[in-house]
């Protein structure tokens, strides 16, 4: 028998909110509005501490992680080598529409203490900055907004037996989405420093020389290991050289023959080359912007979206932002941003040692990440 409507209007109607549509409207709030709102409920206060939430709030930051830096508490990480002080390096939080607000960040341990150059590996991943320093180099992950870091651990092959130098090249650092794991990829090279042949003979090492490897260290089993590839290696550290995007690490390799795009994938563990067009531009004063369209391997799928400049005194580039937002070192050291809606070039009010500085876009983040927490 259907109910009268006179039944359904006096039905009683339940003022509650099941949990999980309350956690699901909240977890898309910016992080600085979910900090202002923990005082509106008593549950609210320990929503970072709830798993159901802290899933939800993790699948949709990581989902929309390429918004602009003027929303959801994004801004700039500036990493800042001062010019003829090789020891006076800093970092900087950018915010502002001309990037006019600069926080001045601690370094984390261990990097405190050491005189050498700290670099940015890669792009911020989900809030998390991989630092990394020295030609065998300690590597760290860090979260800037916990404050809690992972140093990675020692590689297995990282025994080098007597007169045998070992050097590092970082190639990349991203996140594996299937497997949900952060992962980074490395080339370690071996050579040999003896006064002479009676050396070698001596400590009996002649046949133990170590071959190049590629390694990968995965951050759920917190473990290097080695992957048996021959892929093409980055020659050089320039800012720009390692670009991550949809699960893939790319590096520019300028090969003998002809430059190549190498392509990996962090989760097949596979790699694939692309040749460079063969017009590529490599004169500052007038850049050319080109991406690439199409299957990666094809040289043809190559298109070259847009031309500018040019850009009077422009030494290297040194990181992108959001908003068609790009920033490059001057010949004078002056560190200058580049809009590309406006064609208008601004300086910073920093200065950067040469290939010493980058930038990067940084989120905020809360993700309790395993061995990043606690």
Known sequence: MEKSIDHVTTEKVSNHIPDDLEFFIVSKLPLKSLKRFS?????????????????????????????????DGSCLLLQQTLPYFPNHRMLYLLSGETFENKVKLDWPPPFQDNGQSVFILGPV????VCLYQGCTPIIVLWNPTTDKLKVLPHSPIESPILYELKYVYLHGFGH????????????????????NIEDYREVEIVNQTYCDVWEIYSLRSNSWRKIDLDMPQCYGTNVGA??????????????????????FDLHEEVFCTTPMPSD??????????????????VKESWTKLFIFG????????????????????????????FNLNTQII???GVKGELHC????????SLLRLGGIND
């Open 242 to 263: 390692f670009v991550y995007m949809n699960g893939v690490c790319h590096w520019y390799c300028n090969d003998i023959n002809e430059p190549l795009l190498v392509s």
């Open 357 to 364: 500085c980058q930038i990067v876009i940084y989120k905020e």
């Open 176 to 195: 594996d989405h299937i497997k949900d794991d952060y992962k980074v990829i490395r080339y370690a090279s071996y050579s040999v420093d003896a006064p």
């Open 310 to 337: 040019p850009l009077p005194s422009i030494e290297h580039p040194i990181g992108e932002g959001s908003n068609g937002d790009l920033f490059f070192r001057r010949k004078n050291d002056e560190l200058v941003w």
């Open 280 to 297: 590529m531009n490599d004169n500052f004063d007038c850049v050319c912007a080109e991406i690439l369209h199409g299957e990666l391997g």
């Open 125 to 128: 991943m989900n809030g998390i």
């Open 346 to 348: 601004e300086e910073l």
């Open 39 to 71: 005082c509106v409920r008593k549950s609210w206060s320990h929503l970072f501490q709830n798993s159901n939430f802290m899933n939800m709030y993790r699948n949709y930051f990581i989902s929309n992680n390429h918004s602009s830096y003027e929303e």
